[in-house]
């Protein structure tokens, strides 16, 4: 099976700007959950969607914002990109809503606003 | 809230010994589970182990295992036999049983192993 797919790898905005992100989750994975890291805040969870259904989000603004398709893909957004913003956007599946089962990542998208 | 704390930003060792990684939480609940994940320079994060916090047995994968102390709230995680590959950051992470199956790890801030020829 193809692992988890996150595109763009690198994204170079401006301020102000909106960037959109793009994940596509192992096959037949219908959880996918994105992750925010950052040197200075580690890895922080921005939010989780099953079954197109946002389940759980994380302490971020309104900015920050995400969507699952019909087909499990997923896509997060930020506007008004502020520099803070710049960090490395994770991308996690799994196969069963289940506590223990693990989380796949992809290779993340590195974010850098100037 | 919950926390996850890796006292030791840095380590290193030499190829073929034993290494320690520290990692205490802190949660009220009674029914968790932990997890040790791998993040090498190509940015994957990848699964090393997990433990159910109900088991008291620690869990073992080939040359990995965990010290898991439930009382003391520790987790720390043994690399026997340290290999080049090894050489990555390592993620201690946490997360509730009680969430209908939600995923929302909580993650420490990482520890940077190196392993040295």
């Known amino acids: 099976k193809a692992g988890v797919t996150q595109t763009p790898r690198y994204l170079i905005k401006t301020r102000g700007q909106q960037v959109t992100l793009s994940c596509s989750p192992i096959?037949?994975?219908?959880?996918v959950s994105w992750y925010q890291q950052t040197p200075g805040q580690g890895l922080q969870f921005l939010f989780e969607?099953?079954?197109?259904?946002?389940?759980n989000k994380g302490n971020f603004p309104g900015r920050f914002s995400g969507r699952q398709f019909s087909n499990s893909r997923s896509e997060m957004n930020v506007s008004t990109l502020e520099l803070g913003d710049s960090a490395l956007y994770l991308c996690?599946?799994?196969?069963?809503?289940?506590?223990?089962?693990?989380?796949?990542f992809g290779n993340g998208t590195r974010l850098t606003v100037t | 809230a919950q926390t996850v704390t890796q006292s030791q930003p840095e380590m290193s060792v030499q190829e073929a010994e034993t290494v320690t990684l520290s990692c205490t939480y802190d949660?009220?609940?009674?029914?968790?589970?932990l997890f040790w994940y791998k993040q090498p320079p190509s940015r994957q994060m990848i699964l090393v182990i997990r433990?159910?916090?109900?088991?008291?047995q620690n869990a073992t994968e080939n040359r990995f295992s965990v010290n898991f102390q439930k009382a003391a709230k520790s987790f720390s995680l043994k690399i026997s036999d340290s290999q080049l590959g090894d050489t990555a950051m390592y993620f201690c992470?946490?997360?509730?049983?009680?969430?209908?199956?939600?995923?929302?790890?909580?993650f420490g801030k990482g520890t940077k192993l190196t392993v040295n020829p």
């Open positions: 096959s037949g994975h219908r959880s």
């Open positions: 992470a946490f997360i509730e049983g009680t969430q209908g199956g939600s995923e929302k790890l909580v």
């Open positions: 433990q159910e916090a109900y088991k008291q």
């Open positions: 969607y099953f079954s197109e259904t946002q389940r």
């Open positions: 996690a599946s799994k196969d069963f809503v289940s506590y223990n089962s693990p989380l796949h």
């Open positions: 949660t009220s609940e009674s029914n968790y589970y």
